[in-house]
């Protein structure tokens, strides 16, 4: 029979114990990662929520002599493409009887009417009605968060091919890109590099026609539709997704529109699609008044508000108008609607709070109390963050609650740093009056 050494045994005996203090610390790291990956953090901020409705009217006439008998009207729908709007289609209306409805593979919807027939001097008449819900966000990105592309993705294959309009494939358009962002080292700051290199080489100027993104950087003009080309392009040229939004946006919360607007977005792990209006200068952020119709890619129809197909050469006049209003809070009825607009006023006004609070330097005096309080404005952030995104009645109504708590405590402790401000005033003054009547009385 074999015996063992006492040596050996000894060494065995160590590297045993090696082995199990390896693979504890190693069990600690993948527990430690999973937590770190699985920590919730702040995407966006939402700065206000909006809520209201949408009404789309369409009007086609038939001026010629010649009738239209087999006419195909198509409408893209506003949808609940990103967590920034929740759209409800409240009624649809028309001279021509219900649509049908259909969807494509990129998350679009469509209303359809088929076999339209317009004699001579004859109009139709559209109107679809939305209740809405959206939200103004800006867009919080830690370079440290954007993990690396899943190149194999569909996402990805899909949203870094060329379509019609945007060459990315295209010699000028992958050059352009490559010496824009010859000297990033993350893919924000490629992006941010492209969206800066886009707002300065293009003058706005409206075009009667989809030019693309090719003939936008040749010209350096163009609209909505042309800034949004060359931007998702110049992104899809160097391997990061983007995508262009195309629907209706408006300046003001009451307000009517003739024209249609077009924007963009890129993709990041971790964080979802991204906005970009380069036309409206905004950079990582949207405001709550943008309601999106197509994301690309279309199958259905062009990058238009709407299409109407007919067999003959016919030509029509045609108009649109897309109304915006809000609704009072009086008759808001969504549970989730109501707790995430009072949510978002009450972090509007903790952040504002924070603000004055940091001014007046209420972190050196009330240390803990400020820490604690910028704690639970962070999670509250996040609790609205998640609840737009998951749609979630639950967390809007603990979000509302948190931020009322957070708000309350903002404004405490600024009463108690304004407080002792005071205090330190009249101080100094009676003691400023003091000696001056100790002076006075010698």
Known sequence: MM????????????????????SGSLSLFIVKATQDAEEPFLKFEVNNVFAGYLNHSINITNPSAQNVQNGELIVPLIRNETARHQVAITNISSTIGQPFISNDSSGNIYAHWNGIKLNRNQSLTVTINYSVLSFSVRYLIDENRAYDYNTS???????????????????????????????????????????????????????????????????????????????????????????????????????????????????????????????????????????????????????????????????LEDAQAVELQPYSSAIIDSVFAKNAKKAAENLNQAKIAAFIGKTLGAYWVFSSEVTHAEQNLLESKILLQEAIEQLSETKATECFQKASQVTQELNNILIKISTLYISIALIIMISVLLIFWCKTKR
């Not at 050494?5 to 005996?13: A, L, N, W």
């Not at 003058?203 to 931007?231: H, M, P, T």
């Not at 209706?248 to 971790?270: I, K, P, Q, R, V």
């Open 153 to 315: 993705s569909d996402l990805y294959k899909k949203y870094t091919e060329p379509e019609p309009l945007i060459q990315s494939d295209n010699s000028t358009i992958i050059s352009k890109a490559h010496n824009v962002t010859e000297k990033s080292t993350t893919i924000p700051e490629s992006v941010s590099k492209i969206y800066s290199f886009v707002t300065k080489h293009l003058r706005y100027a409206i075009q009667e026609e989809e030019k693309g993104a090719v003939w936008a950087l040749e010209n350096g003009v163009g609209d909505c539709s042309e800034y949004s080309y060359l931007f998702v392009a110049l992104c899809r040229a160097i391997g990061i997704p983007a995508r262009v939004q195309a629907g209706f946006a408006f300046h003001y919360s009451s307000e009517t529109l003739e024209d249609g607007h077009m924007w963009a977005e890129y993709y990041l792990e971790n964080y979802g699609w991204i906005p970009v209006d380069a036309t409206w200068q905004l950079f990582n952020m949207l405001d709550s008044r943008h309601f999106s119709a197509i994301g690309s890619i279309p199958e259905d129809t062009t990058y238009a508000n709407y299409v109407f197909n007919t067999p003959a050469d016919v030509s």
């Open 3 to 22: 015996t063992m050494s006492q040596d050996y045994r000894s060494e065995i005996t160590a590297l045993c114990i090696v082995c199990i203090l390896f």
